[in-house]
């Protein structure tokens, strides 16, 4: 059984062999420590590398963290700004799942990196997204804890 504050109590099987990781972390004006679980089945365990297994399995369902670590992990060329279009794109294609999380949002994203520079060219050639006009480095914004953990209820 799995709880935490503000949420029912839901059962949880994740087969033989499971991987967990649990700890404390010490956050600045509190007394005591935030206990953690993570927790997943052999067969998501096994697949060590995302961007080999086609499989990314993330902490939050915002729009900037998923385009800016799929980005990141497979080493596409792109702009924040996307973000919500590659979101679109990832409905689209059935490409990203809900999974369950206590005190966050994870979503497993399914695809490769031809698959998603596919979709990137798509984008470019009809106009949906658009390249810069100037070239130089692209600031990405940064991302902290609270973008990704839900506020305790």
């Known amino acids: ?33 935030v206990r953690h679980l993570i927790a997943m089945s052999k067969e998501f365990a096994c697949s060590t590398v995302a961007a080999s297994s086609g499989r990314t399995l993330l902490a939050s369902s915002e729009n900037q963290l998923i385009w800016a670590s799929l980005a990141q992990i497979h080493g596409i060329p792109g702009m924040p700004e996307w973000a919500d279009w590659f979101a679109g794109e990832l409905e689209t294609h059935q490409a990203i799942i809900c999974a369950l999380g206590i005190g966050c949002a994870p979503v497993l994203v399914k695809g490769e990196k031809e698959q998603f520079l596919d979709w990137l060219g798509w984008g470019v050639d009809s106009g949906a997204v658009s390249l810069p006009t100037e070239t130089g480095s692209i600031r990405w914004p940064s991302l902290d804890l609270k973008d990704i953990f839900l506020p305790a209820s």
């Open 1 to 33: 059984m799995v709880e935490g504050p503000g949420v029912q109590p839901v059962r949880v099987c994740l087969e033989r062999n499971a991987q967990y990781f649990k700890g404390s972390l010490q956050l600045a004006g509190r007394k005591k420590p």
